[in-house]
């Protein structure tokens, strides 16, 4: 296709403006297109890549967006990816590495043909730990190429992706990639979104680790436990639990205030005018009490971002809060649910159709169902549980509570009502007669 024909289709899309690189004889070329409120820099192009610096006028960021096209031939295949292994520029500027790979980086992103081949040479793997990329995800078919060769097989691979760096990611955390509907050409589009619009979403409580060691929040939750509540055990346990969550909602915002973030910034700040000021007594002891209170927020910073990173091999402590929230931000995206197809055939889209679904096939799942009038069937099975063996059996056991609750990952998801087990063994230890009660009480229901 000859410039012309591409500016024709260009200014029947909208777009104004425009880079072309050249096709060598009829094989190869690329085109760039955006409108006119984006500011394009091109910082570099080859036969293979558009390497460009964005700056768009609603948001005033910059990033670095690569149109990349890997060479489809095995021939060139080695010269072209070693070149590519120093792109990183180590300017901390958001950086997007997207376009046709033409390589597969895992053996489920093939299917029909020859096998994958895992002692192939890893170009794309190379290449994104050279850079210290990430692939972005997607949401769709998973297979962005598709092609029918002979004897009637078909060959579908992903080719196609979206690669970022750490800033990129913390910048626009919700950035999200989507398999467009393949028609006429053998590939997808690639549709990215770095702002999608989100839905909305009820606030709950969740109990943060940093609260744990908080000497007021203890004796908070003390206080409101310890109470002589009258009634069977499950009520008191429910009622002391949406006691002392009302309460930790209400300490939450009379003491807590902002975000922990805003926090370390004005204490910066306020460090930053202390050092300014003439040095005396006064504000060096300023100077000792900002920076105690430094290294709690941080310590708290730490804790939150891993209490959602759900990483089990590294322990907070060693200033790990970008890799916690680099993690949480990774496994949001690999977690997020779109499109639900359901028992029907139908698609569903949007986050209370979606949560609808899961949590009717879930009830559907641990609800028996059918003829419950088992008597006749039972009188022909012999008693194998004596009364002394039934009395054990529904015995107290509140150590076995106790032992369970402190073997649960402390950090792990919570139940709906916000609770990790870490406020279970660290902080209600004087509940383990609750439990105990509640567990009886339950017990006794099922006899």
Known sequence: MNRHRLNQIRRQCGFYRSFVVDPVGTAGGLCLWWKPWVEVEILDWSKNW?????????????????????????????????????????????????????????????????????????????????????????????????????????????????????????????????????????????????????????????????????????ELIGGYWSGNIEGSGNLVWHHKLMTCKMKLIQWRCDIMGGNNKQKIQARLRELERLHMAWASDNTLQQQEAINADL???????????????????????????????????????????????????????????????????FSRMFISVGNRNWGTFLDCIPETVNADMNALLVASFSEEISIAAHQLGSLKSPGPDGFPSLFLSQILARSEGDAAQATKVSNENLE
């Open 295 to 361: 290294e709690k927020l941080w310590k708290a910073e730490e804790l939150y971002w891993c209490q959602r990173s759900r990483v089990n091999w590294l322990s907070a402590g060693d200033k790990n809060t970008r890799f916690f929230h680099l993690s949480t931000i990774q496994r949001r995206q690999r977690n997020k649910v779109l499109r639900l197809k359901n028992e029907r055939g139908c698609w569903l889209s949007g986050d209370k159709l979606i949560g609808a679904e899961f949590n009717l096939y």
């Open 50 to 218: 558009i390497d460009t610096r964005v700056k768009s006028d609603t948001d005033h960021i910059f990033g670095r967006f690569t149109w990349l096209y890997g060479t489809p031939y095995n021939a060139e295949k080695t010269a072209f990816w070693e070149g590519t292994h120093e792109w990183d520029k180590g300017d901390q500027i958001p950086w997007i590495v997207s376009g046709d790979m033409n390589e597969v980086l895992w053996n489920f992103e093939k299917q029909g043909g020859v096998p994958w081949n895992p002692r192939r040479r890893r170009y794309l793997l190379e290449f994104m730990e050279s850079n210290s990329l990430i692939d972005l995800g997607f949401s769709g078919q998973c297979f962005t190429w598709e092609k029918k060769c002979t004897d009637n097989v078909v060959v579908r691979e992903r080719l196609d992706r979206s690669l970022g760096n750490a800033d990129w990611v913390l910048c626009w955390p919700n950035t999200q990639i989507s398999h467009g509907l393949r028609v006429g050409p053998d590939h997808v589009p690639l549709i990215i979104d770095n702002s999608p619009s989100p839905g909305k979403r009820n606030k709950v409580l969740r109990f943060e680790a940093s609260w744990a060691e908080d000497p007021d929040c203890k």
